[in-house]
């Protein structure tokens, strides 16, 4: 099956998912902060009582309101969320995912589960690795100023 | 990906073995990622800072610019990148102590880079690998010509989803 044909077909589930990171609206933006520190994610989901996605935080989020308002770190995080997220669920195919990261210019879409509870995250990350995994090569990882060494990455 | 296919030789006739291949990929978007110019999924022109930039400034024209990550650019050589990750690590939990500290403290250095005669399918190969979203372009000199973003990997998919429907 060609790469085209398996991102039209393959579902989410396909792509490395990881562990939603999850508050309430009345915890803190500095508790949303050490919460994203401790798991080197960008993005926090905020949810209802039913576990329900109401809203984001994100790295990007964070810099606004350092800038703009830097005593923000101590309040809830409800007050400074966006609003804007979106759903998908496992067995959508990853094409979809495409669709929404580039027609709603997101980094993260939030995994649900069938009654639209919060179950995993995915996004730009996880799309490369489906993708580099489906083309395997030899790469060339080079840094600045050094010599480039080779890692043959043979898929997953 | 598809197995290359050797056609078979004539017979009698001195055949190259490495030459005569058929058809090596198994649709439009395997060949693009392998056989396209890496500027197919380059951004241009890069948002950059300068290492003696203050921290703020540079959260400032990030959050103006509306990007991840800043290239930090000393001379014309790349020094290191500044990010969205840089900020929630190094800079938010002491942000008042930081703020007005130069970039160079609290950047990434040494950044991992392609260059632009790689292929895009290498590119995302590389940000797989190293973990980095964002990865500069160099060209043969060691000088910045642009940056691969997953923003642009996810474009350069749906449009070409788009051309081959």
Request: with cysteine.
């Given at each position: 099956?060609?790469?085209?044909?398996q991102i039209l077909s393959d579902p989410i589930s396909e792509i490395p998912l990881r562990p939603a990171?999850?508050?309430?609206?009345?915890?803190?933006?500095?508790?949303?902060?050490?919460?994203?520190?401790?798991?080197?994610?960008?993005?926090?989901?905020?949810?209802?009582?039913?576990?329900?996605?109401?809203?984001?935080?994100?790295?990007?989020?964070?810099?606004?309101?350092?800038?703009?308002?830097?005593?923000?770190?101590?309040?809830?995080?409800?007050?400074?969320?966006?609003?804007?997220?979106?759903?998908?669920?496992?067995?959508?195919?990853?094409?979809?995912?495409?669709?929404?990261?580039?027609?709603?210019?997101?980094?993260?879409?939030?995994?649900?589960?069938?009654?639209?509870?919060?179950?995993?995250?995915?996004g730009q990350k996880g799309l490369m690795e489906y993708i580099a995994e489906r083309c395997p090569r030899?790469?060339?990882?080079?840094?600045?100023?050094?010599?480039?060494?080779?890692?043959?990455?043979?898929?997953? | 990906?598809?197995?290359?296919?050797?056609?078979?030789?004539?017979?009698?006739?001195?055949?190259?073995?490495?030459?005569?291949?058929?058809?090596?990929?198994?649709?439009?978007?395997?060949?693009?990622?392998?056989?396209?110019?890496?500027?197919?999924?380059?951004?241009?022109?890069?948002?950059?800072?300068?290492?003696?930039?203050?921290?703020?400034?540079?959260?400032?024209?990030?959050?103006?610019?509306?990007?991840?990550?800043?290239?930090?650019?000393?001379?014309?050589?790349?020094?290191?990148?500044?990010?969205?990750?840089?900020?929630?690590?190094?800079?938010?939990?002491?942000?008042?102590?930081?703020?007005?500290?130069?970039?160079?403290?609290?950047?990434?250095?040494?950044?991992?880079?392609?260059?632009?005669?790689?292929?895009?399918?290498?590119?995302?190969?590389?940000?797989?690998?190293?973990?980095?979203?964002?990865?500069?372009?160099?060209?043969?000199?060691?000088?910045?010509?642009?940056?691969?973003?997953?923003?642009?990997?996810?474009?350069?998919?749906?449009?070409?989803?788009?051309?081959?429907?």
């Amino acid at each position: 099956m060609s790469l085209k044909q398996q991102i039209l077909s393959d579902p989410i589930s396909e792509i490395p998912l990881r562990p939603a990171l999850t508050l309430p609206r009345s915890a803190t933006v500095g508790q949303a902060v050490d919460l994203m520190r401790g798991a080197k994610l960008g993005c926090v989901f905020v949810v209802n009582q039913k576990d329900e996605p109401i809203g984001k935080f994100t790295e990007r989020l964070l810099i606004h309101l350092l800038l703009t308002h830097p005593r923000a770190l101590d309040e809830k995080i409800g007050d400074h969320m966006a609003k804007s997220w979106a759903p998908i669920q496992r067995v959508e195919p990853i094409a979809r995912l495409i669709d929404l990261m580039q027609g709603l210019d997101l980094r993260f879409v939030c995994v649900v589960d069938d009654h639209g509870r919060v179950n995993a995250l995915t996004g730009q990350k996880g799309l490369m690795e489906y993708i580099a995994e489906r083309c395997p090569r030899q790469v060339k990882v080079s840094r600045v100023g050094s010599h480039p060494y080779m890692i043959q990455r043979e898929g997953a | 990906m598809a197995k290359r296919q050797r056609r078979p030789a004539p017979q009698g006739e001195f055949h190259d073995p490495l030459s005569d291949y058929g058809d090596e990929f198994a649709d439009p978007l395997e060949e693009a990622l392998v056989r396209r110019p890496i500027s197919a999924i380059q951004s241009q022109p890069v948002a950059k800072v300068a290492p003696t930039d203050c921290v703020k400034a540079a959260m400032r024209k990030m959050d103006e610019q509306e990007v991840a990550c800043l290239l930090v650019i000393e001379g014309d050589r790349l020094v290191g990148i500044f990010s969205e990750r840089d900020v929630l690590d190094k800079v938010a939990p002491r942000f008042d102590q930081v703020k007005d500290q130069p970039v160079r403290d609290v950047m990434t250095p040494d950044p991992v880079v392609v260059y632009e005669t790689d292929s895009p399918g290498s590119a995302i190969n590389v940000m797989a690998v190293s973990g980095f979203r964002h990865v500069p372009v160099l060209d043969v000199n060691d000088r910045v010509v642009g940056i691969i973003s997953p923003q642009r990997v996810t474009a350069f998919l749906r449009e070409h989803f788009a051309q081959t429907a």
